[in-house]
């Protein structure tokens, strides 16, 4: 099920630290001129307090994973300046991308009640799961990290879908509160070095069975799944997130989808919007 309106659901903005510090503004005219017409804003969330100590992989995996809080104020007084100047001319959704992390459930659920009434549109999302030595490792940051720190964990592909998709359930059931993300993100990130690393392209029935659980309590929950075009253009990926199997079953539930290009720039709105839309319809 999709909304007929075109909507684009998933996109970040200047203040994320590896975007391309492109102006917000002019994706949002992109936008536009593509015959949008409704768009979230969905900046990554600061991370919490305290992660720095769980968190074993590279630096960049932590310090660019998201914004700054300092950068709260400005971002969304920069948010609500396009929500006003385009009003005539697309509905702006204001949010955030907020990271899942089982470790900081209460941290979450405070950051949300003091920023959440601010918000009409957010997205949960696990970027890091726990993998060697028991700490978190990033899942789409660099190849070093994603086989020293959870392939080697793993020891195959199976087992390590396994484990995100648990992590996937964790945060889908985690009691973020009122204002608790409507939409589940690119559920199958997992899949980004795929390529790379030959990670078996089909889940086993018993990861497929963990898909069914994760699907039936976002359709209980009557929350959306992120349409996501980024693992499309990823090099080692060519897949959207999620795959078609899961978007099967997705539509089987009637679970409402939201196309997101993820866009970090400029190019990126838009990507693949027809393509993936024609999956869902």
């Not at 907020?98 to 949960?124: A, C, H, K, M, S």
């Not at 030959?198 to 898909?211: E, I, M, P, T, Y």
Request: charged share 20%; proline share 3%; aromatic share 12%.
């Amino acid at each position: 099920m999709v909304n007929l309106i075109k909507r684009e659901g998933h996109s970040h903005t200047e203040f994320c630290p590896h975007g391309s510090g492109e102006d917000v503004e002019l994706m949002i005219q992109k936008a536009i001129k593509l015959g949008f017409q409704e768009y979230s804003i969905t900046e990554h969330a600061p991370l919490p307090e305290g992660f720095t100590d769980l968190y074993a992989g590279k630096q960049t995996g932590l310090t660019e994973a998201s914004m700054a809080a300092s950068d709260l104020a400005a971002y969304f007084t920069k948010a609500n300046q396009m929500k006003a100047k385009y009003a005539d001319q697309i509905k702006i959704n204001i949010g955030f991308e907020v990271d899942f992390l089982p470790d900081f459930v209460d941290w979450t659920r405070d950051f949300l009640n003091e920023y959440g009434p601010q918000t009409t549109d957010n997205i949960l999302s696990v970027h890091f799961m726990k993998g060697r030595n028991d700490k978190f490792w990033c899942v789409d940051d660099t190849l070093e990290d994603f086989q020293k720190g959870l392939l080697s964990h793993a020891n195959n592909s199976q087992i390590l879908y396994e484990n995100y998709f648990e992590a996937v359930l964790t945060s889908v059931n985690a009691d973020l509160g009122e204002y608790t993300p409507n939409r589940i993100g690119h559920m199958t990130l997992i899949k980004k070095f795929q390529d790379y690393f030959g990670l078996d392209r089909h889940f086993s029935a018993d990861n497929l069975h963990r898909v069914g659980t994760i699907l039936s309590a976002i359709s209980q929950q009557h929350r959306e799944l992120d349409l996501n075009a980024a693992g499309l253009y990823k090099q080692y990926c060519n897949e959207q997130y999620p795959t078609y199997s899961i978007i099967k079953m997705a539509k089987e539930l009637n679970i409402p989808f939201v196309y997101g290009s993820d866009a970090h720039s400029i190019a990126d709105i838009g990507r693949g919007y027809n393509g993936l839309i024609s999956l869902v319809e």
